[in-house]
């Protein structure tokens, strides 16, 4: 874009970073393989500590 280079070296560069995070969003899809490795630790450590009750034979 002619615009983005009406500016001076630094200027430019953070405003074409800006429009382009405007444009596109911040990516998540870190912070949600984060979440998704602590859900399967806390399951791996609630399965390895969680003993089931015994099953009545009541009938």
Known sequence: MSVLS???GDET???QQELV?????MELWNVFLL???????AEMVVARRWKPEAA???A
Not at 21 to 25: D, L, Q, T
Not at 35 to 41: E, M
């Open 21 to 25: 995070e405007r444009r596109v969003g």
């Open 13 to 15: 560069i953070s405003l």
């Open 56 to 58: 009545s034979a009541t």
């Open 6 to 8: 009406a500016g001076e």
């Open 35 to 41: 979440a998704a490795l602590g859900f399967l630790l």
